[in-house]
C-alpha cells in the first residue's frame, strides 16, 4: 500500500524556519511526481510546492523565494524547507502523489495524515 507520513511540523515565530519530511512506503519517490499542499482551519486546502519525477519544481506564489521542495531518493523521502515563516503559513502541511491533471486544485490519489505548522507573530 501507498503509504505517506508527514513530521517536522512545530510552533515557530515569524521569521523562522522549519522543515518538513514527507516518509514515504509502496512507492519509489524518484519516480513519482509529489506535491505538498496546506489547510488552515475554514479554508481551501491550497497547493504548496511539487516536484516531478524529472526533478522540475513549481510552487504557489505565496511561497515562491521562501519555500522549496526536494526529495532524497535513498531514503525515498521528500522534503519542504520554510523559510521567512509568516503568521498566513500556519495550517496543516499535507503531502500527496499519484498527482492528477487537476493538482493545482487538491487532485491527487494518496495523501498522508498531516502535520501542523503554526507560526506565531
Known amino acids: 500500500q501507498v503509504q505517506l507520513v508527514e513530521s517536522g511540523g512545530g510552533l515557530v515565530q515569524a521569521g523562522g524556519s522549519l522543515r518538513l519530511s514527507c516518509a514515504t512506503s509502496g512507492i519509489i519517490v524518484r519516480s513519482n511526481d509529489m506535491a505538498w499542499y496546506r489547510q488552515a482551519p475554514g479554508k481551501q486546502r491550497e497547493f504548496v510546492a511539487r516536484?516531478?519525477?524529472?526533478?522540475?519544481?513549481n510552487y504557489a506564489d505565496s511561497v515562491k523565494g521562501r519555500f522549496t521542495i526536494s526529495r532524497d531518493n535513498a531514503k525515498n523521502t521528500m522534503y519542504l524547507q520554510m523559510n521567512s515563516l509568516k503568521p498566513e503559513d500556519t495550517a496543516v502541511y499535507l503531502c500527496a502523489t499519484g498527482l492528477l491533471v487537476t493538482y493545482a486544485s487538491g487532485g491527487a490519489l494518496y495523501w498522508g495524515q498531516g502535520t501542523q505548522v503554526t507560526v506565531s507573530s
Open positions: 516536484i516531478t519525477s524529472g526533478g522540475r519544481t
